[in-house]
């Protein structure tokens, strides 16, 4: 197990970890296997998108934004509830198949960090199945 520190800067934030994780499977000398990536935290998460165009990533956080308003009457007294409720829909890991030591991603495709309650300092866990 591994783990990668992520600092945020805002309040939503997509960070792309993808490289981070790349070297922790370099130094791992992983070459065939799953490497699961997960986020220890309830107003976080992880997912694969577009990182070509950054509009991508921004669309993503405004959808996100107006599914889930700030407020909307929630009963969690520490006023962060919306982004509780985005780390369920998002999911606090992803999966990502390492082949020939490489990790097997489609050419747009990124590991993102979503941040849904900066700025913090978060951290990332990742772990091979080999
Ligand atoms: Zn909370």
């Not at 790349?22 to 130094?27: F, G, M, Q, W």
């Not at 799953?34 to 959808?63: F, G, K, S, W």
């Not at 599914?67 to 520490?78: D, F, I, Q």
């Amino acid at each position: 197990m591994k783990e990668i520190s992520v600092r945020s800067s805002s309040r939503f934030e997509m960070i792309d970890i993808t490289e981070a994780v790349r070297k922790t499977a370099r130094e791992e000398k992983i070459e065939s296997g799953i490497v699961l990536v997960y986020t220890p935290h309830t107003t976080a998460a992880v997912t694969i998108n577009e990182n070509a165009d950054p509009d991508v990533p921004r669309d993503l956080l405004a959808a996100l934004d107006r599914a889930v308003p700030l407020s909307a009457n929630y009963r969690h007294t520490e006023g962060n509830s919306a982004a509780h409720v985005k780390s369920s829909m998002v999911g606090a890991s992803e999966m990502v198949i390492i082949e020939n030591g490489r990790l097997v991603l489609g050419t747009w495709q990124s590991i993102f960090f979503c941040e849904f309650d900066g700025p913090r300092s978060r951290k990332v866990i990742v772990k091979f199945l080999t």
